[in-house]
């Protein structure tokens, strides 16, 4: 039998393992799992893709891009923030 070590933040340990034990599991168990997955389906067993923004987002992504409405600049990070809050 093989051993698997990997590292991970100790936050996503606690939840993980958290996440598990609700399943009525250990983490190696879900890990088992996973991998055996990933076998039969020859690769991830879940789709693996890039989040598009929102419409929102996108434009506010092209305005920046574009440097289109923008506020600014402020002298000071107060004067930011009041900005942001009056919006």
């Given at each position: 039998?093989?051993?698997?070590?990997?590292?991970?933040?100790?936050?996503?340990?606690?939840?993980?393992?958290?996440?598990?034990?609700?399943?009525?599991?250990?983490?190696?168990?879900?890990?088992?799992?996973?991998?055996?997955?990933?076998?039969?389906?020859?690769?991830?067993?879940?789709?693996?893709?890039?989040?598009?923004?929102?419409?929102?987002?996108?434009?506010?992504?092209?305005?920046?891009?574009?440097?289109?409405?923008?506020?600014?600049?402020?002298k000071t990070a107060e004067e930011a923030v009041a900005?942001?809050?009056?919006?």
């Open positions: 039998m093989a051993t698997i070590q990997i590292r991970i933040d100790d936050d996503l340990k606690i939840a993980a393992d958290s996440l598990f034990f609700n399943l009525g599991m250990d983490t190696s168990t879900a890990v088992r799992i996973f991998i055996k997955a990933a076998i039969a389906k020859d690769g991830l067993p879940f789709a693996v893709k890039m989040r598009k923004p929102n419409a929102d987002l996108q434009k506010a992504i092209e305005d920046t891009r574009n440097r289109r409405n923008l506020h600014g600049p402020y900005a942001m809050l009056n919006d």
